[in-house]
């Protein structure tokens, strides 16, 4: 019994491993830099898994386009990463501040599509062919809306590189 337990302790020992901390790299990217990266990636994996076969046939890098928009590379980007998940607390804070930035983003979505709602039903209502003026304002706030003339601004961005 007392050798099952020598045996036990020493594994223990040999088992317990000094965890090296990666050094600050000297181009960091600074937390809240970090916190906007990641959101975006989230959003664009998100965007990966809805719909993956029409941005692979359109060319879209959505890592490629992050690294260009914030100005950095990939090893930049992995040495940060790593660095941030060494402190748990850290990356703790960091993700609990994503979390917050795509719930906003999440309530701006909806709002934004009860609003156009509102709107579509509003000018279905007000439909008045005497009152022009109206319906152009109607069209105009509409216009605004519109998130779909954007579309090919991001894709056009995202496939310049190649």
Not at 37 to 58: F, H, P, W
Request: glycine fraction near 2%.
């Amino acid at each position: 019994m007392k050798i099952v337990f020598y045996i036990s302790l020493c594994l223990f020992f040999i088992g317990c491993q000094h965890i090296v901390k990666p050094e600050k790299p000297e181009n960091l990217i600074p937390e809240n830099t970090m916190v906007e990266i990641l959101a975006e990636v989230y959003l664009g994996n998100a965007a990966r898994s809805i719909d993956n076969t029409t941005m692979r046939r359109k060319g879209v890098k959505i890592d490629s386009f992050l690294f260009k928009k914030y100005n950095i590379d990939s090893l930049q980007f992995a040495k940060s990463n790593a660095y941030y998940a060494a402190d748990l607390d850290m990356y703790n804070a960091i993700f609990q501040k994503i979390e917050l930035k795509l719930q906003a983003l999440e309530t701006i979505e909806k709002n934004r599509k009860l609003l156009k709602d509102s709107l579509r039903n509003e000018k279905k209502r007000v439909n008045d062919s005497l009152n022009p003026k109206k319906n152009k304002v109607l069209e105009e706030l509409d216009e605004e809306m519109d998130t779909t003339k954007t579309e090919g601004i991001l894709i056009e961005a995202a496939t310049s590189e190649q």
